[in-house]
């Protein structure tokens, strides 16, 4: 499985932005997505994920209310609508496909065995 984002840019404080992340090979509607971030120094963090149907999505706190995870298993994509950013939301996010098509728990980096590019989000404020 080969994964592509795409998106990511420069906004203001309050903007929004929606990531894209374009996967093939595989069975895309079998498999868990989740996003992920991270900044120099620090560890990937886990944003959101949604299981196979799109029926379950689960957020980090940092980003709940805000941010949107979603999917189009026709398109074989998985979106981020990234809502209200803050500069602290400023990061490389990464999108990442389990081999389980459940959402449930995935947190960390080891729950997923595919992982895109990262792309870049810079929130000035």
């Known amino acids: 499985v080969q994964l592509q984002a795409s998106g990511g840019g420069l906004v203001q404080a309050g903007g929004s932005l929606r990531l894209s992340c374009a996967a093939s090979?595989?069975?895309?509607?079998?498999?868990?997505l989740g996003w992920f971030r991270q900044t120099p120094g620090k560890e990937r963090e886990f944003v959101a994920n949604?299981?196979?149907?799109?029926?379950?999505?689960y957020y980090a706190d940092s980003v709940k209310g805000r941010f949107t995870i979603s999917r189009d298993n026709a398109k074989n994509t998985v979106y981020l609508q990234m809502n209200s950013l803050k500069p602290e939301d400023t990061a490389d996010y990464y999108c990442?496909?389990?081999?389980?098509?459940?959402?449930?728990?995935?947190?960390?980096?080891?729950?997923?065995?595919?992982w895109g590019q990262g792309t870049q989000v810079t929130v000035s404020s």
């Open positions: 990442a496909a389990r081999t389980t098509p459940r959402a449930l728990g995935a947190q960390e980096r080891v729950d997923y065995l595919y």
């Open positions: 090979g595989g069975t895309f509607s079998s498999y868990a």
């Open positions: 949604i299981n196979w149907s799109g029926g379950r999505t």
